[in-house]
């Protein structure tokens, strides 16, 4: 048990999951398998971005949606309007994502809580009217049809469902290890402490504005990176892709896969994928499973898979622990206080 | 000169109806502090029942407008109960969460039983009045005067009932009411209650001049959040003047701007708003 328990969190699995995907397209024989897997990689990458303002800095963005198409309707406008290439229009989407990130984050991370959400929805849904009827730009309700594919190199041809599979891996290996990175940093840690409190951070010394501010900003630039190799792939967008109801799928799967923790978006978008595909006659009526869903989860399980399996984990560690304590205690009488604190608070530093 | 008292009428129009819908809002954000995003699906549902009592139970309209309104009503009370209320002490991403799963679960309850048609609701009141070169649809006027008189009627059960009282002073001091022996769970399954009503009845009195469909409530909802920012959350006079700036402001930006882009109107005033003031216009300090 404890065995499997310690794999689980090691590295080794990480390494296992990762030849596990590339292994993926060599198992599966069915092509509609693994465009399925890619897209879902697509949106895990959209999920990571959401994960760092939203579980790490504790701020609920639903514009995310709105960030995703921007990326999308960069790539399309680029390379269906100005005949540009595809991946300098990929660059060019990672930095409309950025600085429209930074515009909408200076002013709407100056509100807290609530105000936040609601001016995010606000965002969103103005994101999505422009996309709508701005008619000269992004071609209206009609949306954009024939969008550059990513160019290949030498024999790989991204317009084929398994180079395009491994290109997204790789830029999902790439967001996770930047995550990872991230929350291990010193930065991750400040976007922590804002989460638990805006004003135990501030007396600190750390400067909310700022930190907020580049967490949003990393996060719209992950959404509109997202958005630009969905684009890629699926060729066609339209305004759609902005609706809301993009924010409240991603949600979903960061909040199944365990809010603010590294390996949850990726787990959650995965299992909701799968489970979505093997309901498909229900495709259409999926939220009248994924609504309730989502309430049982805040009220009984806000943690999610992985949020859920560390804070059991941490607790039988520390029960573990006390346990061996009170064992010491009996055969030695003479102890040192601070001995079982030390032994706890190393327990609790592995989980 | 007429257009544009055409114009002024058409923004009462609008603004009554938002000031009702943010009302409901309003009212559970005072009580609850949680901004209840499943607000706009519950005015959905209270134009289906509305509708749907009409059309095959053949009912007439005001027996309909008071189904819808106990229907909802209901339907609002068992949210509290079975989502709101165990969520009480959980971090507030919680509940804003809990109320998405909400509407989105409600939106497709009605989408799977009753299809993603638009549909047009009956009204018994199809006649159009003339005053000077004005012209006035009975069902407008029917708007504006019921929800005026229902926000008279909310105010009177406010300030003069018990009940009323109750709330009141739960919105104003939490502390303070359990104190004085105020009863939590009946105060907040009131305000829902209240909340959802209101919102049925604004669906099935704008309802005949707009349509029913599934998404009906999306901009509405957002629309009545930008106004109780505007109005300060929790204010219920704000709710009613906000509601009436964002009426006048769509009609006449429709009209005179452009109407392509009218719903960005009130978004785009929230945006201004809050870029120069991040409290609301009309909220004394910071909450």
Known sequence: MDRLMNFLVSPVLKWALLVLAVAFPLISSNEY?????????????????????????????????????????????????HEWAFWPAFIAAGLAGAIFGFLVGVVSLRLKEHYFAIFTLCVGFIIYLLLEKWEALTHGSLGIINIAPPEGFGFVDFTETVPFYYLVLAFLVLSVWLVSRLSRSLLGRTFLAIRISDDLAQSLGINLMRNKVLAFVLSTVYAASAGALYAGV??????????????????????????????????????????????????????????????????????????????????????????????????????????????KQEAGNNA | ???????????????????????????VYGILHVPNFAHGALYMVGAYVAYFTMVDLGLNYWLAMIAA?????????????LVFHPLRHAPPIHDKIAAIGILLFLEAVVQMYWGADF????????????????????????????????????????????????????????????????????????????????????????????????????????????????????????????????????????????????????????????SVKPTGLFTKGVR
């Open chain 1, 234 to 343: 699926v060729r066609f967008i339209g305004p759609a892709e902005a609706d809301v109801v993009h924010t409240f799928d991603m949600i979903t799967y960061l909040l199944v896969g365990g809010i603010g923790t590294l390996m949850g978006p990726l787990l959650g978008t995965l299992a909701i994928t799968w489970l979505t595909q093997m309901l498909q006659s229900l495709e259409e009526y999926r939220m009248i499973i994924f609504g309730p869903m989502l309430v049982i989860l805040v009220i009984f399980f806000p943690r999610g898979i992985v949020g859920g399996f560390l804070t059991w984990r941490g607790r039988r560690l520390a029960n573990k622990a006390s346990q061996q304590d009170r064992g010491g205690e009996s055969q030695a009488s003479v102890q040192t206080p601070s001995t079982p604190s030390a032994d």
């Open chain 2, 1 to 27: 000169m007429d257009l544009f008292l055409q114009q002024v009428l058409n923004g009462l129009t609008l603004g009554s109806i938002y000031g009702l819908v943010a009302l409901g809002l309003t009212l």
């Open chain 1, 33 to 81: 398998h693994i465009y399925v897997m890619a897209t879902a990689f697509i949106w895990a990458i959209a999920v990571y971005g959401m994960n760092i303002i939203t579980g790490y800095c504790g701020q609920l963005n639903l514009a995310h949606g709105g960030f995703f198409a921007i990326g999308a309707y960069v790539v399309a406008i680029l390379t269906v309007d």
């Open chain 2, 119 to 274: 549909r047009r609701m009956p009204t018994p009141y199809t006649e159009i009045l003339h005053f000077g070169g004005l012209t006035i649809p009975a069902q407008r006027l029917l708007i504006i005067a019921g929800a005026f008189g229902l926000m008279g009627a909310l105010h009177l059960y406010l300030k003069k009932t018990m009940t009323g009282a109750t709330i009141i002073a739960m919105a104003q001091n939490r502390e303070g009411a359990f104190l004085v022996g105020i009863d939590a769970n009946r105060v907040a399954m009131m305000t829902f209650a209240i909340a959802g009503m209101l919102a049925a009845v604004g669906a099935t009195l704008f309802a005949p001049i707009n349509l029913v469909y599934p998404a009906m409530g999306h901009l509405l909802i957002m629309k009545a959040f930008v106004i109780i920012i505007l109005g300060g959350m929790g204010s219920i006079p704000g709710a009613i003047v906000g509601g009436l700036i964002i009426g006048f402001a769509e009609a006449l930006g429709g009209f005179y701007i452009s109407n392509e882009y009218k719903d960005v109107i009130a978004f785009a005033l929230l945006v201004v708003i809050l």
């Open chain 2, 69 to 81: 309104g106990a229907v909802v009503a209901i339907l609002s009370v068992l949210c509290e109960r």
